[in-house]
């Protein structure tokens, strides 16, 4: 605890996320955050609002503040291109930093569409870290379950980037709402008893806090990272440069809504390639 306080004083003051959090280490400042966020957008993943919990998930202890950094791509071979939207993404998430971050392979990229038009909001990419060694991917299980094995036990991420301008409350809201039909219907199968169900909801109002009412502009990106799961704890799903969610349903089930559920998905190009890329490994 000790060297997670040394962290926090390290950290600038408009670094720290608000004392609602459990540790009460981070504090957000209100002011600014219009400028920050569009000036923040070139900045390395994970800004300082998620290090603390991220130091914590990664079981690690360090003195001095970390400092992530995404090299940029260097070729046309590091990238795969969404064929719908000629949107690149990298084939590897590497994020530098003094507390090791896993590597972590691109899966899929595929395109979100909206209403009858089919209209295109943005395309998506997800990674994960199959070079876990604790990772044992079951080869006989279908191949959606063997992408929520992947999620449930190891290290994820999505990274959006926008088709189109749009703002981080039309995101939000088809979030929140899928999240919340989603933790109705576990509840009425009984997948979830009643305190973790309370729990799942406070955080789905979390979410919905989170999300400031600016833009976010074709080509910009945001990252949400699914951290590495430690033993007895719950997983944390980390938004970049918005906040953090430590909740086991609500930061798993935000992955998984790209790929198990009620049909159709999200993105069906994503969960497709997604597929492929399973089987041909």
């Known amino acids: 605890m000790s060297s997670l306080r040394t962290l926090t004083r390290a950290l600038p003051r408009t670094c720290r996320r608000s004392p609602t959090l ?11 955050w219009t400028s920050s966020l569009t000036k923040d957008r070139r900045l390395a993943f994970l800004g300082g609002t998620a290090i603390g919990l991220l130091a914590t998930s990664l079981a690690l202890s360090v003195q001095q503040p970390i400092h992530l950094d995404a090299p940029p791509l260097s070729s046309e071979e590091d990238v795969a291109i969404d064929p719908e939207t000629n949107i690149a993404f990298p084939k590897t998430m590497h994020i530098e ?4 971050i896993p590597d972590m392979t691109l ?13 295109k909001v943005y395309s998506v990419a997800f990674y994960a870290d199959l070079s876990n ?22 290290t994820c991420c999505v990274r959006i980037i926008p088709y189109r301008n749009t703002n981080y409350h039309h995101l939000r809201d088809a979030w929140v709402r899928t999240l919340s039909l989603r933790l109705n219907q576990t509840i009425r199968d009984k997948g979830i008893d009643e305190d973790a169900g309370l729990a799942a909801s406070t955080s789905i109002r979390k979410v919905k806090t989170m999300f400031p009412n600016v833009s976010l502009n074709a080509g910009e ?15 944390v799903a980390i938004f970049r440069d918005l906040g953090t969610v430590e909740d086991e349903f609500t930061a798993t089930e935000f ?10 998905t999200p993105s069906p190009p994503l969960k497709q390639r997604v597929i492929a890329s399973l089987q041909s490994a």
């Open 22 to 32: 459990q540790s009460r280490l981070f504090q957000t400042s209100a002011r600014g």
């Open 97 to 100: 930093s003094k507390v090791r």
């Open 107 to 119: 899966l899929g990229v595929g395109v979100r569409k909206v209403s009858f038009l089919k209209v």
């Open 133 to 154: 060694p604790d990772l044992k991917i079951p080869q006989g299980a279908s191949p959606e379950e063997q992408i929520e094995y992947i999620i449930r036990n190891t």
């Open 221 to 235: 990106y945001l990252d949400v990272l699914l951290a590495p799961k430690v033993s007895g704890k719950p997983r």
């Open 255 to 264: 992955f998984l809504q790209y790929f198990k559920g009620q049909e159709p």
